[in-house]
């Protein structure tokens, strides 16, 4: 098609707009600080001071993010990361906009087949998050983004760091209550949206809704239960404390509609777990377990 008009771009900044979101609608890694290829990583992240709340999901992302460069460093970009299993996550704290993060990723192993990694996050030397035993498969990078981009962004976090600020938060995805059992269990449509900023990011040449924000979206449906199970006259208020033995089984990709499902494992004994899943068309995508903690409000 020579004739083909050329898309616009953006005024003012050089690129094309529908690459304006790339490293900015999802990235969480504005500087890499150390960086022992396949070992170990240090980095941070500044979270922009006009969110309204950056959730828990978005710290572990950072943490996740931190070590897909290590990986992908280590393999010479031929292959990339994918969510996939995690151990356990641990929840200390809530982070504040205007807050900067601290990232640390340790590798366990690391190579062409997958990466396993605990980390951690920290605001001004106190732990936030904690994950433990997480394992990335890698899948060819060029299905997901260009491998000299990744090559470059890698030097620029690596040497002056980026500019930060460009995160502009996610819109929380929109649940519909199914029918459940009150205090026993729960159930939610989630509608994954056709289209949102964070596609451009996670990523370029395939969009896939994070696994994060899926987590973050069972979260919410598992403290909605929580809250149903300890009655709203006790003052009570329920918050995550640890998510184990989360596995992603599948992909899921924009415009879906993702059935979720909360059930405690023990009427009224939160801490024997909120047993979380989700499936497309009855088939199980993702599974996973949430303790939570009760505190008074």
């Given at each position: 098609?020579?004739?083909?008009?050329?898309?616009?771009?953006?005024?003012?900044?050089?690129?094309?707009?529908?690459?304006?979101?790339?490293?900015?609608?999802?990235?969480?890694?504005?500087?890499?600080?150390?960086?022992?290829?396949?070992v170990r990583a240090r980095g941070m992240f500044a979270v922009p001071r006009d969110l309204v709340a950056f959730p828990a999901c978005l710290v572990a992302e950072a943490v996740g993010q931190l070590a897909a460069w290590v990986a992908?460093?280590?393999?010479?970009?031929?292959?990339?990361?994918?969510?996939?299993?995690?151990?356990?996550?641990?929840?200390?704290?809530?982070?504040a906009p205007g807050s900067r993060l601290d990232l640390a990723v340790e590798v366990e192993s690391c190579d062409d087949e997958a990466i396993a990694y605990g980390g951690a996050a920290h605001i001004a030397g106190v732990q936030v998050?904690?994950?433990?035993?997480?394992?990335?498969?890698?899948?060819?990078?060029?299905?997901?983004?260009?491998?000299?981009?990744?090559?470059?962004?890698?030097?620029?976090?690596?040497?002056?760091?980026?500019?930060?600020?460009?995160?502009?938060?996610?819109?929380?995805?929109?649940?519909?209550?199914?029918?459940?059992?009150?205090?026993?269990?729960?159930?939610?449509?989630?509608?994954?949206?056709?289209?949102?900023?964070?596609?451009?990011?996670?990523?370029?040449?395939?969009?896939?809704?994070?696994?994060?924000?899926?987590?973050?979206?069972?979260?919410?449906?598992?403290?909605?239960?929580?809250?149903?199970?300890?009655?709203?006259?006790?003052?009570?208020?329920?918050?995550?404390?640890?998510?184990?033995?989360?596995?992603?089984?599948?992909?899921?990709?924009?415009?879906?509609?993702?059935?979720?499902?909360?059930?405690?494992?023990?009427?009224?004994?939160?801490?024997?777990?909120?047993?979380?899943?989700?499936?497309?068309?009855?088939?199980?995508?993702?599974?996973?377990?949430?303790?939570?903690?009760?505190?008074?409000?």
């Amino acid at each position: 098609m020579p004739n083909a008009k050329p898309p616009p771009r953006a005024r003012g900044s050089g690129l094309d707009p529908r690459m304006d979101d790339h490293f900015a609608a999802f990235s969480f890694v504005d500087r890499i600080t150390a960086l022992e290829s396949g070992v170990r990583a240090r980095g941070m992240f500044a979270v922009p001071r006009d969110l309204v709340a950056f959730p828990a999901c978005l710290v572990a992302e950072a943490v996740g993010q931190l070590a897909a460069w290590v990986a992908m460093d280590k393999i010479g970009f031929r292959g990339r990361p994918v969510a996939a299993l995690a151990t356990e996550t641990i929840f200390h704290g809530d982070v504040a906009p205007g807050s900067r993060l601290d990232l640390a990723v340790e590798v366990e192993s690391c190579d062409d087949e997958a990466i396993a990694y605990g980390g951690a996050a920290h605001i001004a030397g106190v732990q936030v998050i904690e994950l433990k035993h997480c394992l990335g498969p890698m899948l060819p990078v060029q299905e997901f983004d260009a491998p000299e981009v990744l090559r470059e962004r890698l030097r620029l976090l690596c040497a002056e760091g980026a500019a930060g600020g460009r995160f502009r938060g996610v819109v929380t995805p929109t649940l519909d209550v199914l029918e459940g059992e009150p205090g026993r269990s729960a159930r939610a449509m989630l509608h994954v949206p056709t289209a949102a900023p964070f596609f451009a990011d996670h990523f370029p040449r395939r969009p896939v809704f994070p696994a994060t924000l899926l987590l973050d979206s069972q979260i919410r449906l598992a403290l909605d239960l929580a809250r149903a199970a300890i009655g709203s006259a006790t003052g009570a208020v329920p918050v995550p404390l640890r998510m184990t033995n989360v596995k992603m089984r599948s992909f899921i990709a924009p415009g879906q509609e993702v059935v979720l499902g909360a059930e405690l494992a023990a009427l009224n004994d939160l801490d024997s777990a909120v047993r979380l899943s989700a499936a497309i068309d009855g088939r199980t995508v993702a599974t996973a377990r949430l303790n939570v903690a009760v505190r008074e409000n």
